[in-house]
């Protein structure tokens, strides 16, 4: 087994920006941009904006003209944030929580939210506060994961099935929020306009290990009783032995209001 896996939490903001630079990451983020259809003049918020993964990219369609606003309850988050967007003098920040969005009501014109609502105590009161800051005929696009959809390839099913389990009861606040984002926006007062899946694909077990917490989650899920230990350490080291397989499914869902 390789000395790199069973690493410990990363931080927050590195973890962030190199998930959005994997190709899956990628790939759903263009899509979500385009749907969003951002152009010049928009004012644009962008809810959870930690490291400012997405910024640029929304400053450069809203053009000379418009304006993003990026929200984040982080301090530290809204700091590399701003250094990431140093010389863009369209962008602004502001330390919030999403359930209170500093924003006023009717203000904007395109927001997104990604992979934030899974974090948050209360998904529909944040969705409540999108509809209170957007205009008429503002879009929304939300993306998040669906985490009772993990699947970890081992020959041991019984302990993925059970590191899937304890992923969705344990480790993830609101585990299965990428399948209720079409339910919830509308709840909301959004018109549903389009829902795309993607899969993130994992081949190389160490991206993986990084990226879903395999290890760490794994030594928790034995901690708490969820899994047996030997069993559950047998589990994790043969996922490095050949070939290496894990995916779930992301939910994005663009609304008008």
Request: one cysteine or more.
């Amino acid at each position: 087994m390789s000395s790199a896996l069973g690493v410990s939490r990363p931080d927050q903001a590195a973890y962030m920006l190199r998930a959005a630079a994997r190709d899956a990451g990628r790939a759903y983020k263009q899509q979500l941009l385009d749907l969003l259809d951002v152009r010049a003049g928009h004012t644009v918020l962008d809810v959870g904006c930690g490291p400012g993964t997405d910024l640029p990219a929304l400053a450069e369609r809203a053009g000379a003209t418009g304006s993003v606003i990026g929200v984040d309850q982080d301090p530290a988050m809204l700091a590399r944030a701003r250094e990431r967007t140093d010389g863009l003098p369209r962008v602004e920040f502001r330390e919030g929580d999403a359930h209170d969005l500093p924003v006023a009501p009717g203000s904007v014109d395109r927001a997104k939210v990604d992979r934030v609502l899974m974090h948050v105590a209360d998904p529909g009161e944040v969705l409540a506060q999108l509809h209170r800051v957007t205009r008429p005929g503002a879009r929304i696009g939300l993306a998040e994961p669906d985490w009772d959809t993990l699947i970890v390839d081992a020959e041991d099913l019984g302990t993925s099935r059970a590191f899937t389990r304890y992923t969705t009861a344990a480790v993830v606040r609101q585990a299965t929020i990428g399948r209720a984002l079409p339910r919830l926006a509308e709840r909301a007062g959004f018109r549903v306009e389009t829902v795309l899946t993607t899969t993130p694909l994992f081949r190389d077990v160490e991206e993986a290990d990084y990226t879903l917490g395999l290890g760490r989650n794994l030594e928790r899920a034995i901690a708490a009783g969820h899994i047996d230990p030997v069993r559950g350490r047998r589990w994790f080291t043969d996922l490095s032995d050949g070939s290496f397989y894990a995916s779930f499914t992301l939910v994005s869902v663009v609304c008008v209001r």
